[in-house]
């Protein structure tokens, strides 16, 4: 099976970075310079280039403009879908614009660097197992399959 690693700017722990020939690696946007320290050449670099001051050479690039809908990892993910991949390793994920938000604070309220963990914890660990409530739909996402978003009532 092929999988799209796909690099942001957060935190980067290498674990399990390890593309094979038919892997595709996408630096998002900042992400670049975590695959750079570890030695990886992406495929890729996709964003709006606000947190990569200099562009490498020899590597294609795909901008986008600063004031979009979608984050540059959720861009990175869409493309990767576009190209067939199914399967995905996200790496330096936590730039998303709730975390933002909640690293900046919202409407007077700012929460601690621990809190802020603390909810990137809850919502890593429960979005596998409560993305989707039915067992079976569970099981697939384990599996890392694609599975569609619960039916609202």
Known sequence: MNTAFIVGAG??????????????????????RALARAGIRPDLILGDMDSLARQP????????????NLTDMALA???AKSRGYTRFKLYGALGSRLMRMLRAGHNGIALTPDEVR??????????????????EQQARQLRGEAVPMPQLQ
Do not use: E, S
Not at 60 to 68: A, E, S, V
Not at 122 to 131: E, M, Q, S, V
């Open 77 to 79: 993910i869409g493309l």
């Open 11 to 32: 935190g980067f722990c290498r674990a399990g970075l390890h593309p094979g020939p038919d892997d595709m690696v996408i630096a998002a946007d900042g992400g670049y």
């Open 118 to 135: 603390n909810v990137a914890t809850w919502l890593d660990a429960n979005a596998t197992f409560y993305g989707v409530y039915d067992p």
């Open 57 to 68: 050479r020899g590597i294609p690039l795909l901008r986008f403009p600063r004031r979009k």
